[in-house]
């Protein structure tokens, strides 16, 4: 699924409908929402799982201007994201750069 966020386009992947609170999983450094392809089986088991492509990884856009991959930004384009998907609070997981985004989603609540 692709969402667009100004001229920006995210890639995601989403399944799963569980009872919990949605999870958004967040890649690494030169990764994509696959990395999270051996383990959302069974996560989704439980809970409705969001894996995206971050900016310019992935399936996701990737702009030419630099400014653009701020963490600022990034983080604001993710909240974006959450509100366009209707969920509240996710839990968030992130693995290595997904993880730095991850706390400072949690900062900026």
């Not at 995210?10 to 990764?31: A, K, N, V």
């Not at 030419?64 to 609070?89: F, G, H, N, P």
Request: charged share 20%; glycine share 10%.
């Amino acid at each position: 699924m692709k969402i667009l966020i100004g001229d920006v386009a995210f890639h995601l992947e989403e399944s799963g409908d569980g009872p919990g609170r949605p999870l958004l999983l967040l890649h690494g450094f030169l990764g994509a929402s696959t990395t999270w392809s051996n383990i959302i089986e069974s996560l989704s088991e439980r809970r409705r799982c969001i894996a995206v492509d971050l900016l310019g990884h992935g399936d996701s856009s990737a702009p030419a201007d630099w400014q653009r991959y701020s963490m600022t930004k990034c983080v604001a384009d993710i909240w974006t994201l959450v509100r366009l998907l209707e969920v509240e609070l996710p839990i968030v997981l992130g693995y290595s750069m997904g993880g730095r985004v991850a706390m400072r989603l949690t900062l900026e609540r």
